[in-house]
Nanobody, 123 residues
């Protein structure tokens, strides 16, 4: 499964961005998707996860209430709506895909990755 993250950019604090994770693979709707981020000098960290149907989602405590993950399987796309952005949200955001259920908050839980997209939040 090939993935591509897009939608990053420069935004002021308290602003919003919507990231997209897209794939041309016809099995995309059979895969669970996770968003992770990596800030400079830090390890890749879990942000959000969504089940293949979109019925179940999980979030890191740091983004709960501000970020929303969703998916449109007709468009082979998973979205990450980010509101009330903070400078601490600055990072490269990337999406990963996995087929089997299980743990979801570690990069090693995912089998496929796309290139990330940079989000910069200015104060």
């Amino acid at each position: 499964v090939q993935l591509q993250a897009s939608g990053g950019g420069l935004v002021q604090a308290e602003g919003s961005l919507r990231l997209s994770c897209t794939s041309s693979d016809r099995t995309f709707d059979n895969h669970m998707i996770g968003w992770f981020r990596q800030a400079p000098g830090k390890e890749r960290a879990f942000v959000a996860h969504i089940s293949w149907s979109g019925a179940v989602s999980y979030y890191a405590d740091s983004v709960k209430g501000r970020f929303t993950i969703s998916r449109n399987n007709d468009k082979n796309t998973v979205y990450l709506q980010m509101n009330s952005l903070k400078p601490d949200d600055t990072a490269v955001y990337s999406c990963g895909a996995r087929f089997y259920s299980g743990s979801y908050d570690s990069p090693g839980d995912y089998d496929y990755w796309g290139q990330g997209t940079l989000v910069t939040v200015s104060s």
